[in-house]
């Protein structure tokens, strides 16, 4: 295997290069029911301009106020990334035209941030706890979302749909920090899963809830850093690290032939793997930011932020740390503690009685594997956390095998029944009954005369095979360690 | 501090205002005008005074999560030059 710590270069003519990445991530603020500005609904879908106020459309007149939850969540969120709140912010307008933006400019937040410098930390190799790297977070700001186009219904005409105009956003501006692809995903992956505990945002890439724009930039190591390209609106954790490889390697090829890096806007087009230059005009970066003369500055009290610190959930680095003193593997808890459903779900299995490591490589290795085959996840499964820490309990004092686990397990999923009815009404439960143990061996042994003379020459492999049939007499519900036993005592 | 007719010309382009260069010449010193007119406050010693954000004493007010306002497309669409299936319909703005 790759030695994924080691730093990550790119090849040219001229030596190796390093590359430099910086990302903002836009996180639509799912957790609250209506916009920023206004009380519109937000949720994803529907019907085009049914949730759109008269402040969304920029109607003449028309007020922003700043809906509560909104600020709630931005500011749990910085926390989460133990970052500066600032207690006084302030709202600007950055001034562009588009079709996509009736009001002429978004409300945003370039000089007075809502929330200021943090970090994130994440590891550079799943399997190494000691591989961590601390990434920083800039600031992140809060600010309204614009409309969608749609260019492909008519020949000569844009659909224009505001439904998603004035939506919040968090902007997560991280500091210049990633050396790598690999670095940007695990980063991505880590923020995501963040957004997800906190519950300010669904990390849902598909629906647009969280997109990134990438800023790659290429040096010697170690060097001054290098012009960057800024490439717009990627909305997959696949693709950012396919743009961070491509950009770095078109930047060195550029240089090495004599030419030099443009700041530019770029935009990816994933079914060609390519970045390409969003040749706009000039002055499209003229926003003529100024302070917006329809809010006064946002100031929040202690109350206030001692509310959002306190409804702050255990985050996954802390929640990893825990498992792992529990004495579950640091891969496993890792596992466990990436995605925010599958850590619920666990902490009910542990509530509910299981033993923590056994519990963990069930979770990992069984369920998971059953959730893949059986094309589920822990949201549609009928397997209930309660159910599950019966089973373990079944096979922990001994009433099931591993072996007879494993086909509960298979019942429940097909029935959703609970173990012990199954064991139950089924009769699986595991027997260490000597007398009908010995009964099925003595009957082997004499139907395989033949094996057991092969055995008894010098065949000691053959001892998988009796027990294999003693098993298979017994239906599976027979004690391992008793059949083991008995067989031992009778062909040794 | 002053505005040079270049400058004026480029920003009214920025804010999509047509100007012929009638407007531009009679334009350009009255903001000039402005502009020395604002320069004036700042010979004033504003040290040790807090920047006033607002005029009345005032902090912003925040509003509950709640759904209020939107359904409401017909009255959105209604002023919109062309529409078509619920969306603003507008000359194709494609890069």
Redesign the interface.
């Known amino acids: 295997m790759a030695d994924s710590t080691a730093p990550y270069r790119v090849k040219g003519d001229t030596g190796e290069w390093e590359v430099v990445v910086g990302l903002e991530v836009h996180a639509q603020i799912t957790a ?3 916009k920023m500005f ?4 937000t949720a994803f879908g529907a ?11 920029a109607m003449p007149g028309m007020l922003p ?7 709630r969540q931005a500011v749990r969120t910085g926390m989460a990334l133990d970052a500066v709140i600032n207690r006084w912010s ?1 709202f600007d307008r950055k ?1 562009y ?3 996509d933006l009736p009001q002429g400019y978004q409300i945003s937040q370039l000089y007075h941030p809502l929330v200021g410098p943090g970090e994130v930390e994440i590891l550079l190799d799943d399997k190494d706890e000691n591989s961590v790297k601390q990434i920083g977070i800039e600031r992140i700001h809060v600010e309204q979302d614009a409309g969608k ?3 492909d ?2 020949p ?7 439904n998603r105009c004035g939506v919040a956003l968090m902007e997560i501006v991280s500091r210049p920090d990633m050396r790598s692809p690999a670095e940007a995903g695990a980063y991505l992956r880590k923020l995501r899963a963040i957004l997800r505990y906190v519950g300010s945002c669904d990390g849902n890439m598909e629906e647009g809830s969280m997109r990134a724009d990438v800023n790659v930039s290429v040096r010697k190591p170690g060097g001054e850093f290098g012009t960057r390209t800024e490439t717009k609106n990627v909305n997959s954790v696949r693709f950012v690290m396919a743009v961070i490889e491509h950009e770095a390697k078109r930047q060195v090829e550029l240089i090495e032939e004599g030419g030099e890096v443009a700041q530019e806007t770029r935009l990816y087009d994933p079914d060609k793997n390519v970045t390409r230059s ?3 005009k000039e ?1 499209a970066h ?1 926003y ?1 930011y100024f ?1 917006d003369p329809d ?5 929040l009290d202690e109350a206030f932020l001692e509310e959002c610190r306190s409804s702050l959930p255990e985050l996954p680095d802390a929640k990893r740390k825990r498992y792992e003193g529990l004495g579950i593997t640091p891969y496993n808890a890792g596992v466990l503690t990436a995605e925010v459903e599958t850590a619920r779900w666990f902490d009910a299995l542990l509530d509910a009685g299981a033993e923590p490591r056994q519990g963990a490589n069930w979770v990992v290795a069984e369920l998971f594997g059953a959730l893949n085959r059986r094309n589920e996840t822990l949201a549609t499964t009928g397997i209930s956390p309660v159910e599950a820490a019966e089973l373990l309990k079944l096979v922990a004092d001994g009433t099931i095998s591993g072996t007879l686990a494993k086909q509960v397990f298979e019942i429940m999923l097909e029935t959703g029944d609970a173990p012990s009815r199954i064991v139950e009404e089924r009769g699986l439960k595991q027997t260490s009954d000597t007398g009908a143990i010995d009964a099925e061996i003595d009957k082997i042994l004499a139907a395989n005369a033949d094996k057991v003379a092969e055995y008894k020459g010098g065949k000691p492999q053959l001892f998988g095979f009796f027990v294999g049939q003693t098993m298979k007499a017994m239906q599976g519900k027979a004690n391992p360690q008793v059949v083991n036993e008995r067989l031992r005592a009778k062909l040794d | 501090m002053s505005v040079s007719p270049e400058q004026v010309r ?1 920003i009214a ?4 205002i047509a100007m012929s260069n009638a407007e531009l010449e009679r334009l350009v010193p009255e903001l000039n005008n402005i502009l020395g007119w604002v320069e004036q406050l700042a010979e004033v010693d504003t040290g040790g005074v807090e920047p006033l ?2 005029v009345i004493d ?16 017909e ?3 209604a002023n919109a030059p ?1 529409a ?12």
């Open positions: 609250s029911k209506a206004s009380g519109a609904a019907e085009p301009n049914t949730q759109v106020s008269l402040v969304d459309a106020v700043p809906n509560q939850e909104c600020i302030r001034n035209f588009y079709a186009l749609m260019h219904q008519h000569t005409k844009s659909y224009v749909d505001l969003l040749r706009s002055d003229d003529r302070p809010l006064l500055p946002l100031e | 480029h382009k920025l804010a999509r954000t607002a005032q902090k912003l007010r925040l509003r509950a999560d709640a759904i209020t306002d939107g359904d409401c497309r009255a959105i669409l062309d078509e299936h619920g969306f603003f319909a507008v000359p194709k703005v494609i890069e």
